[in-house]
């Protein structure tokens, strides 16, 4: 692999250093558009928030605002970043969970449509002020996701309000004096199966109807979350968009006239989907080693794309300008850890050192997660348009590091 959209990896490993975060916006606008002329076939009332936590650069969430994207942002900062890059408090979600008065205090104080993650926030909600539109993140029982860690639904989640008590949280609410309404869930992440939403959607959309005619509440929108997958590795299939939006929409409209909903608004928070993949990591190759198997060790490490230690996530990693002499090797990073792991024999072309490499799909929680864990510093991002390109976030230098300590 040579070039990023028009531009060659080289030159950008030339001009800005290595490790960078490069970003294809092409690949941005066509991802969200294909997802937005799907569902927008099916059900004009969709709208997109594209989800802040997977990346929160501010130019990249400008080019989303700018697309006619919403954002959901997860915390304080992330809502003061949404705001600067020039998105409406209308088209702001803020999702959290255990919200502190703090974070909630920021949300009322932004404006923005709040999901709840639990009865109590709302009671932490009422001691500040009372909101005139709610929702609730409820968890309806069942999550699935690329790997057990992205899991957020089901018995085993941290997350949201058991479909149970969510009658209790309404009634509550209501009785409190919010006039306007809204659902949420956010069962997984990185779901390549399309049936898998419609069952979701079938499950919340069963919740909804069950509480909201109790409580006599029309909803004014369905959020179910994001949790669109991408395919990290040759074997995997894309997801079929088209059938997920067909899949979703005929279940959440079916289950509308059912409950006497009208037609609400049915929001996606999807985050990975729309830009995992037009994120490169670009690296250089630092040193070979063979000892009882063969490493190849780079200039990006856990601190500065997290995945594969956290998950065992695993991306598709390429050299610039060699494919010849595949042998298996090990890809790591410079990290003090021996989780600090890109691929495990994996098959590598003959590198060597001050080769590049470029791994891919790393545009979601990839920079978001990066660290300053043993003192490396945070690489700069730079994203690429056509045969342009221009720094979107500089490298982190000494000083960054120095500022924080009282001398
Ligand atoms: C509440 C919420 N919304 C949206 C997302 C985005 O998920 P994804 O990147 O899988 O689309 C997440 C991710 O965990 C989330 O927690």
Same mark, same amino acid.
């Given at each position: ?29 066509? @991802? ?11 059900? =004009? ?20 605002? +700018?697309?006619? =994207? ?8 992330? &809502? ?19 919200? =502190? ?6 949300? &009322? ?19 500040? %002020? ?30 949201? !309000?058991?479909?149970? @008590? ?9 009785? =409190? ?85 009208? +037609? ?59 494919? +010849? @002499? ?8 410079? !990290? ?35 660290? @300053?864990?043993?003192? %490396? &510093? ?30």
């Amino acid at each position: 692999m040579n070039t990023i959209a028009k531009v060659d990896i080289k030159e950008l490993a030339k001009q800005y250093g290595t490790p960078v975060y490069v970003y294809d916006k092409g690949m941005i606008i066509q @991802n969200y558009s294909t997802l937005k002329k799907a569902f927008a076939k099916y059900y =004009s009332k969709t709208k997109i928030h594209f989800s802040v936590k997977a990346n929160s650069n501010i130019k990249l969430l400008s080019i989303f605002k +700018e697309i006619g =994207s919403g954002a959901d942002c997860s915390s304080p900062i992330e &809502l003061i970043l949404a705001e600067k890059s020039g998105f409406s408090q209308e088209n702001l979600l803020y999702t959290g969970n255990y919200e =502190s008065y703090l974070d909630l205090e920021q949300a &009322l104080l932004s404006n923005v449509t709040i999901n709840l993650d639990d009865i109590n926030s709302f009671k932490r909600l009422m001691k500040i %002020r009372l909101p005139e539109r709610i929702s609730f993140r409820i968890n309806p029982g069942i999550g699935r996701g690329g790997f057990e860690g992205i899991v957020t639904g089901g018995t085993d989640a941290k997350f949201g !309000i058991p479909y149970e @008590n969510a009658l209790e949280a309404y009634k509550l609410a209501k009785e =409190s004096g919010v006039k306007r309404f809204g659902i949420h869930m956010m069962t997984g992440s990185n779901n390549l199966e399309p049936y898998y939403f419609a069952e979701i959607v079938d499950k919340l959309m069963t919740i909804a109807g069950d509480i909201f005619t109790k409580l006599e509440i029309i909803p004014e929108f369905v959020d179910i979350g994001g949790g669109f997958g991408v395919p990290y590795n040759d074997n995997e299939e894309p997801l079929n968009v088209d059938l997920t939006a067909r899949l979703v929409t005929e279940m959440f409209t079916e289950k509308c006239n059912k409950y006497g909903f009208g +037609e609400p608004y049915l929001f996606l928070e999807p985050g990975r989907y729309l830009i995992a993949n037009s994120g490169y990591l670009i690296s250089n190759v630092t040193g070979i080693k063979n000892s009882y198997k063969k490493f190849v060790g780079i200039d990006s490490g856990m601190n500065t794309l997290l995945r594969p230690a956290l998950y065992g996530a695993r991306h598709r990693i390429e050299v610039y300008d060699k494919n +010849e @002499n595949q042998q298996i090797v090990n890809i790591c990073g410079q !990290i003090c850890e021996n989780s600090d792991i890109f691929s495990l024999l994996q098959p590598f072309p003959d590198v060597e050192e001050d080769d590049i490499v470029v791994i891919h799909d790393v545009g979601a929680y990839g920079y978001v997660m990066a660290s @300053n864990y043993n003192n %490396r &510093l945070r690489p700069p991002e730079v994203i690429v348009d056509g045969d342009k390109h221009e720094l979107i976030r500089r490298r982190e230098n000494i000083d960054d590091v120095l500022r924080l300590y009282e001398f």
